[in-house]
């Protein structure tokens, strides 16, 4: 499969600085060009990591909402269960993991009451989810501006 | 943007004729229609300021606008500069100016009326801050409300702290920022008019959380348990305010201007308001922004601390302003997610993506 995803996207960021960027004369253009080129590098960088990332946390998330429903309210418990309950999705797809994330982000969104020894291991979880989370741009500011 | 709103805005530092006079009602259309790099734009811009500056500038004859461009920085206004030229009792006259229009989309919701209500408080203060001439809070002059100010000369460099300059020049600069901050909270905001007529007791930690609340249901496009974690540790720990002062909101070196090595101006006065004295501290001494606002080994916390006492006469209590960090790393959040909301709605030149790093950092610091 050449050229890959990576190579491609790669590709993309030296035609834009090379092909593209010379022949722009006004700042902000330029400015949201090269914007653009950091994020088309990142995701470049960090695309192939997505699908494990969201399987991970889907994984574990699906632990804490399991330990979670024991003190939820009957009507959150019982979405609860039923989102834990519902058939895998194919786990090569994307976009089905994308939204068993966001279903489960919701739930967890929800228990924020729970006793404090869940608590800690929510924020654990929210924190480490964080520091693996692949989409991060670390985006240079603009250095001076008059 | 209740907490920031005020009473139409109607004294003006030039005389201000009708927009009607100026301008065809469909400009905003063409403006907002027309993609923001286009010279069509800046042709635009252009020719509107040549009405506004000759409405305004009656005896002014030769009026001309050079030099516009859109600068690249400036993540929530656009940032027009030019220098307007003219002829006046027989001289020339020249002046830079810069036009601050908002984009279709933003990185904050402010009210154009407030910050030129601010500025022109600030003009009767030893607060350096540019000269404003001209807001239009609606949107038919240039499609969209808009202010006129100087552009007032000097660098600003984000990492200055950071920078080549000798240490202790950077540290004194350091300390000069802090006086100037004590500058700000001495401002006696009730003389100048800047309340709003709500008691003392209205502003601070809830008021601020009230409002940055406000924006994170206004923008939010997806579940953030880590939003919502925050939001409820704020609540649950938010601070009495030992004051009420006036609050820059974005208090930065890359929010000021430098000319040979002192500080000029201070800029960005669109999220200034009333509140804690802690809360501008809290933003300069919040961990993520460290490499902006501290120099490693000579200018950090305590020393800011120390500084922000000695300059204010306030008492700084450790959990009031760690408090104060997590409530900045909340807040710049939001603002993140603001952007967020933006692009995916196809209404922003520039990508924002989830603020992790500042989830971590924050909920490092959630600390019962």
Redesign the interface.
């Known amino acids: 499969m050449r050229p890959t995803v990576t190579e491609q996207l790669e590709g993309m960021c030296r035609i834009l600085e090379n092909a593209v960027a010379p022949a722009l004369a006004?700042?902000?253009?330029?400015?949201?060009l090269r914007?653009?080129v950091a994020?088309v590098r990142m995701l470049g960088r960090a695309w192939h990591q997505l699908l494990p990332f969201l399987h991970w946390d889907n994984g574990e998330m699906a632990g804490l909402l399991t330990t979670a429903a024991h003190s939820a309210a009957p009507e959150l418990q019982a979405r609860i269960t039923a989102a834990l309950n519902a058939a895998p999705a194919d786990a090569s797809d994307g976009q089905a993991a994308e939204a068993r994330n966001?279903q489960l982000?919701?739930l967890?969104?929800e228990c924020?009451e729970s006793p404090p020894a869940l608590m800690e291991a929510?924020?654990s979880h929210?924190?480490e989810?964080?520091?693996r989370?692949p989409?991060?741009?670390?985006g240079a500011?603009?250095?001076?501006?008059? | 943007m209740k907490r920031r709103e005020v009473a139409p805005y109607t004294a003006h530092a030039w005389q201000h004729a009708a927009a009607s006079d100026y301008f065809p009602t469909t400009i905003r259309t063409q403006m907002n229609q027309t993609p923001?790099?286009s010279s069509a734009v800046r042709d635009m811009i252009a020719h509107q300021l040549g009405h506004v500056l000759r409405g305004e500038m009656p005896t002014a004859s030769h009026l001309d606008i050079v030099e516009l461009?859109?600068?690249?920085?400036?993540l929530s206004r656009e940032?027009w500069v030019f220098e307007a030229r003219w002829r006046e009792q027989g001289e020339v006259h020249a002046r830079r100016m810069i036009l601050r229009r908002d984009p279709p989309a933003s990185l904050l919701l402010t009210d154009r009326r407030w910050e030129f209500k601010v500025l022109r408080a600030l003009e009767r203060t030893s607060v350096p801050a540019p000269a404003v001439r001209w807001v239009d809070s609606g949107e038919c002059v240039f499609g969209a409300p808009a202010m006129i100010m100087d552009?007032l000369?000097?660098?600003?460099?984000?990492?200055v702290l950071a920078g080549e300059r000798p240490l202790p020049e950077r540290v004194e600069l350091g300390r000069r920022f802090i006086n100037l901050l004590a500058t700000i909270q001495k401002v006696d905001w009730r003389a100048l008019g800047l309340g709003d007529g709500r008691a003392e007791g209205a502003y601070g930690a809830h008021a601020e959380l009230d409002f940055w609340a406000g924006e994170l249901a206004r923008v939010q496009v997806?579940?953030?348990?880590?939003m919502?974690?925050g939001l409820?540790w704020l609540r649950r720990h938010a601070p009495p305010a030992q004051a009420i002062v006036l609050v820059h909101g974005d208090f930065k070196p890359?929010n000021a201007?430098l000319v040979d090595g002192e500080i000029s101006a201070m800029l960005d006065w669109e999220t200034a308001h009333l509140g804690d004295p802690l809360e501008d501290l809290g933003w300069i001494t919040n961990p993520p922004r460290a490499r902006?606002q501290q120099i490693p080994g000579s200018w950090e916390r305590a020393q800011i601390v120390q500084a922000f006492c000695a300059a204010t006469g306030f008492d700084v209590d450790a959990r009031a302003l760690n408090w104060w960090n997590v409530f900045s790393c909340w807040k710049l959040a939001v603002i993140i997610l603001t952007g967020v909301e933006a692009f995916v709605a196809g209404k922003l030149?520039?990508?924002y993506?989830?603020p992790?790093?500042l989830?971590?950092q924050m909920?490092?610091m959630?600390k019962d």
């Open positions: 006004n700042d902000y253009t330029l400015e949201t914007s653009l994020n966001e982000r919701v967890l969104t924020l929510i924020a929210l924190s989810r964080s520091r989370y989409l991060r741009l670390t500011v603009p250095k001076h501006k008059g | 923001a790099g461009h859109r600068t690249s920085t400036g940032n552009l000369p000097g660098d600003c460099d984000w990492h997806e579940a953030l348990p880590e919502a974690l409820a890359g201007l902006e030149d520039r990508i993506h989830n992790v790093w989830f971590q909920l490092s959630m």
